[in-house]
Structures are given as C-alpha cells and as structure tokens.
C-alpha cells in the first residue's frame, strides 16, 4: 500500500511542479510583497478605485501563491507520516493516508484547471446569448430549456445571473435571451459552450409525436474594463424603443422602456429590457454592444493568426458542439471531446462542469496559446 501512495504523492508534486511554471510562481510570489507594500503606504486611500483595484489583485494573487503552498505543505507531510507509519508498521495510519492522498490528488486536479484559466479575458464576468435555430417551436422551446439549463449551473457554480433581455416566440418559448453572469472565471469557464446545441427528441408539438431535431446557438461574450475605452460614434448607431414584453406577448410595462440598439457598420444588434428606465436599459445594452464589439474584433485577430500559422479553426461560432438525444435513447455528447454521458436529465438540470473541464483540458493539450 505504502509504494501506491507515494506514487500518488509524487504525482501530486509533479503535478504542482507544472503548476508553478504555468502560473509563474516565483513571479506571483514577487508581486504579491510588492502588493503589500503598496497597501501599506499611508496615501493608499487617497485614490479610492486604485486601493480597490490593488485589492483585488491582492486577494487574487496571495489565493494562486497560498492555495500552491498549502498543498505543497500537505504533500510533503503526508510523505513523511508514510515513513513514521511504515517503520512502526502502522496500518491504520497507512489508510488514513490513502484516503487523504486521494483527495489531496482531486485538489491538485481542480487546481491545475484553473491554471487553463489564464486567457486574457478568462477571469472576466460574461454576457451569454441564446438565440433560437432551425425547428420552429421546437427550437425555441429547447432555446427556454438552454436558457434554463445554464442558470441552474450558475446557480451551481455560485454566479449571480440577471436576464437582460428575453423574447418570447408566440406559440412556445423563446427566440432569443441574454443573460449577465457575474462571478470568478464566468467567461473562462463559459467560452467552453460557444457554438450549437442540438437536441433529438420526441416533439411536444407533434400531433402525431414524432422525433424532431431542433437547435439553438450560444455565444459568450466577455465583460471586461476595456468595454470602456471602446469608442462608438453615435451616428454608427440606430435606436429604437419599445415596450416590454413577457410569454405569450403580453406588456410587461406601459412605456417604451425596452430598448434595441443597432451598430450599423457591423451590424450587430443588442436588445435590453430587464431595467425599468429606458435610461437604464440604454446604458446596459451600450455594454453588452461594446463587448459584442471587442469580442468581435478579437475573433479577427484570432482568425488572422490561424491563417498566418496555417491553422484551420476547429470550433467556429455556429458549429454544432454537442448532441442531447432524449428518443430513442438518453445520450449527450460533446463532439469536440467526445465526453458523453447518459445522465440527460442532470445534464438539463445544470450539470455542465463536466464537458466543460473536458474542453478545457483538451484546449490546454492542441492549443498552446490556452495554457
């Protein structure tokens, strides 16, 4: 017993060894006392938005170098109670070990994901938008079904989650909604969903129920400080006004408070009807068009690196990334990594970490630039 769990120990070193290169250890160590000294400054409030920026840093910077540390500290002691336990031939001790080497392996796993968290947008909240494909009602009652599926797992993951805008489709459904997640690696973890996801079932609506294929599109949107500094001329922009509207059509206010806002030279539309100000709505849906924006324009120079490096890109938006079969089997398979399970009804209740952990993972290994 005693030779498997030093093996699963100095796996665990290892592991954190490749975490310290990728997380740049010793650099994170070096700024964390450069933080430090910076709060300890008698001046440091006097400039409010920096003190708290500095803080947030702090806290995110003293978390990656404390959370390295302590496992390593746990990994080294368990090595020696391995000796201890071994001279006095004390098997008891030697169980405990095992039972506490595996969890310490199943730290050491969650801890190396979040070093594939390390793109430039990564730790950022996300705007996710869920828009309606081909398959009529259908289609639109699985777009309800998707929406519902990633606010159970933001509620899984502890996110804060505010609907900005949803439009209802007339028979069933939605056509399209927006969704605001505010937390910790939202985007990083959500950017893992960005593409079609289809169902096969046996349709509701079928008089004479039949299997039907139905879509619907998600994209992920960073939300980041940089939205500020992007520029839009107002004579770029088309606004249009309107009222809200909730299931089946009906008003949900008595004012023109919703409000649509079109980037003529892109293209690109942005709809917010959550608030209940049209100066409110306004000023949400001018966020949500500038990071629309920005993630465009880093689509590009992606897309521009791809082809100066020869690299054909795998996982365009509007791909097709995952199946969920309800009839005439239970399946959901992620096509991209191949990671399925039969669970579809834990899947739909939210349990995407999963497939998403498998992206990542699979990211890290063909893609240099998501280490």
Request: aromatic share 6%; glycine share 4%.
């Amino acid at each position: 017993m005693n030779a498997e769990i030093n093996s699963r120990l100095h796996a665990i070193e290892s592991l954190l060894e490749r975490i310290r290169d990728a997380t740049c250890h010793d650099q994170q160590k070096a700024r964390l006392k450069v933080l430090e000294e910076q709060m300890s400054v008698a001046d440091f409030w006097d400039d409010r938005d920096h003190a708290e920026k500095t803080i947030a840093e702090l806290k995110r910077v003293k978390e990656s170098v404390q959370s390295i540390e302590d496992l390593a500290q746990l990994v080294e002691d368990s090595l020696a109670m391995v000796e201890l336990a071994v001279a006095d031939s004390d098997a008891e001790t030697l169980e405990e070990i095992e039972r506490d080497s595996i969890l310490l392996l199943e730290r050491a796993d969650q801890l190396e994901l979040k070093t594939l968290l390390r793109g430039k947008y990564d730790s950022a909240n996300a705007y996710l938008e869920i828009q309606a494909g081909a398959g009529g009602t259908d289609a639109c009652d699985w777009t309800l079904m998707v929406q519902r599926m990633f606010l159970r797992w933001a509620e899984q993951q502890g996110y804060r989650t505010t609907i900005i805008d949803e439009q209802f489709a007339e028979e069933a459904g939605l056509k399209s909604s927006t969704i605001h997640l505010l937390g910790d690696h939202a985007y990083g973890y959500l950017r893992a969903e960005s593409g079609v996801h289809r169902i096969v079932r046996i349709s509701p609506f079928d008089a004479q129920a039949r299997r039907q294929t139905a879509f619907a599109s998600v994209r992920v949107i960073p939300e980041t400080d940089v939205v500020d500094d992007v520029g839009i001329a107002e004579v770029d922009l088309r606004v249009d006004t309107y009222r809200a509207s909730g299931a089946g059509g009906q008003h949900v206010n008595t004012t023109d408070s919703a409000v649509r806002i079109t980037h003529i030279p892109s293209g690109i539309v942005v709809q917010c009807q959550n608030e209940r100000s049209q100066h409110a709505n306004r000023a949400q849906a001018m966020r949500v068009l500038k990071a629309r924006i920005l993630e465009a324009e880093e689509q590009k120079r992606r897309e521009e690196m791809n082809r100066i490096q020869g690299i054909k890109s795998e996982i365009a938006f509007g791909s097709q990334i995952r199946s969920y079969v309800l009839h005439p089997y239970k399946m959901v398979k992620d096509h991209r990594t191949d990671h399925e399970t039969s669970n579809t009804d834990a899947v739909l209740d939210g349990d995407l970490q999963p497939f998403i952990e498998s992206w990542l993972r699979q990211q890290s290994r063909t893609d240099p630039s998501a280490r």
